[in-house]
């Protein structure tokens, strides 16, 4: 089962600083029909203004991922943690028994960002948070696991979830293959260009949901820049 969920019918909201579009029901935006997808629970796409940014909030037993696609975010929290996190890289957080922070655009251009939270197996755990580079050339062609909890993926940022996000940066042409396996469901979207999913066709933003499916394969029509959260 693939199903593409085109960026424009997607929900969301025009904050003047934040220009946020929803692939599941969140904050004002409710659909009962996406509510989440399998353990995903959020997936934001967000362009925040330069100089802007939301100020410190909580959150709790949440793995909230933040792929940046353009600019910087900057983060900062009550556990003393601060960091830049530049387009192409990844920060991870998992709120635990609770966080606050802050993320704010310091740059001089608007940032865009994929903001994904997925809901934990472990609850009431010590927040955490950590950010690492993540070069597009070691991607180029393949998937490269970003964020997991998987204790083999060792170059990963770990997260405490039976999950994994994944990128991969395909010239026109080019396509790379990800074994999702039974029982599990995938969510891609493109940060960048046009592609097709198994044969059907999607486009920058757009959200592709999928289930009942042994591999995936992504193939790019336009040069391309794929994101893909594997979940139960």
């Given amino acids: 089962m693939i199903e593409v969920r085109p960026f424009e019918q997607l929900g969301g909201a ?3 600083w934040l220009n946020a579009r929803h692939h599941f029901s969140f904050a004002d935006y409710y659909d009962p029909k996406r509510m989440s997808w399998g353990q995903l629970r ?8 330069a100089h802007s940014g939301f100020p410190p909030h909580p959150h709790h037993d949440m793995e909230i991922i933040t792929y940046v696609r353009q600019g910087a975010i900057t983060h900062k929290d009550n556990l003393g943690n601060q960091g830049r996190t530049e387009a192409g890289d990844v920060q991870v957080m998992s709120a635990g028994t609770g966080i606050a922070h802050s993320e704010y655009n310091l740059e001089d251009q608007t940032t ?3 903001q994904i939270w997925i809901t934990p197996d472990q609850f009431d755990s010590p927040p955490s948070w950590g950010a690492k580079p993540f070069p597009k050339g070691e991607r180029a062609g393949t998937f490269v696991t970003l964020a997991s909890g998987n204790p083999d993926d060792h170059d990963a940022l770990p997260i405490r979830v039976n999950a994994r996000l994944l990128a991969a940066t395909l010239n026109a042409g080019q396509s790379a293959e990800y074994t999702l396996g039974s029982g599990r469901k995938a969510y891609l979207v493109g940060a960048s260009g046009v592609f097709e999913v198994n044969g059907v066709a999607a486009k920058a933003r757009d959200g592709v949901a ?3 499916t042994e591999v995936i394969r992504v193939t790019a029509i336009e040069d391309s820049e794929i ?3 594997d979940v139960a």
């Avoid at 959020?42 to 203004?49: F, L, P, T």
Wanted: aromatic share 10%.
């Fill in 112 to 114: 865009t960002i994929f």
């Fill in 210 to 212: 999928i289930a009942d």
């Fill in 227 to 229: 994101v893909l959260v």
């Fill in 42 to 49: 959020v997936w934001n796409d967000d362009e925040i203004a």
């Fill in 14 to 16: 025009q904050h003047g």
